[in-house]
């Protein structure tokens, strides 16, 4: 028996023909279903836009929404700015008043402490059938301060002290309140510098005084 040439031996049997024309037939049916669901440039550009479209509707939804909270919100600050204004502005009020009341004491308490610093106690001078005592000062203090003594010393107030008279005749101390406050240093200075001062045939001495001069009379 001839042995069988190549050519034999490659050819198929017609079922295995069958069986391959069967694969490629559903292998081109599985591409036409592929192609048919593969995103072509057409497509795709409908796609994003109708996704662009999509996403830039729920970002002005947004936007609206947050516009919404934000007004909601500044109502709401507006309404409690305007119940916190009076609250506030009586705060203010208060504190300013205290701090108003706080410097007028302690004004008070500066021109009370320079009152106190300016008066002279002036101690020695008699009283019955003296001179007028504005003038009776403005002599002792011409005395006491010799050339330097201005022509004419001006005093704010002037009075013998409010209180009965000694019943051993020692005369009361006259409580004075120089105009300038320099004359009162002047007079202090110069009363400290003397061993004594003898004025009309009476020893007289000058003090600080620093009890005030509540009811004191015009010189």
């Known amino acids: 028996m001839a042995p069988e040439s190549p050519s034999q031996e490659s050819a198929g049997s017609p079922l295995q023909d069958s069986a391959q024309d069967d694969t490629l037939a559903q292998i081109r049916q599985e591409l036409a279903m592929i192609s048919e669901h593969m995103l072509t440039k057409a497509n795709t550009g409908g796609l994003l836009q109708e996704f662009w479209a999509a996403i830039k509707e729920e970002i002005s939804t947004l936007h609206a929404d947050l516009s919404a909270v934000e007004v909601r919100v500044e109502s709401i600050e507006t309404e409690a700015q305007a119940s916190c204004m009076p609250h506030q502005a009586a705060e203010l009020a208060t504190t300013q008043q205290g701090n108003l009341l706080l410097s007028l004491w302690h004004q008070v308490e500066d021109l009370e402490n320079q009152n106190h610093r300016q008066n002279i106690r002036i101690r020695g001078l008699l009283e ?39 019943p051993d005749g020692m005369p009361r101390d006259i409580l004075c309140f120089p105009h300038a406050y320099t004359m009162k240093e002047r007079l202090m200075a110069a009363a400290r510098g003397s061993a004594s001062i003898t004025f009309q045939g009476v020893k007289v001495a000058l003090y600080q005084n620093l009890s005030g001069l509540d009811g004191l009379s015009g010189p």
Do not use: N, V
């Open 128 to 166: 019955p059938d003296m001179a007028p005592l504005t003038e009776t000062l403005r002599a002792l203090f011409q005395q006491i301060l010799g050339w330097e003594c201005p022509e004419e010393i001006q005093f704010d107030q002037i009075h013998w002290e409010l209180e009965p008279q000694q």
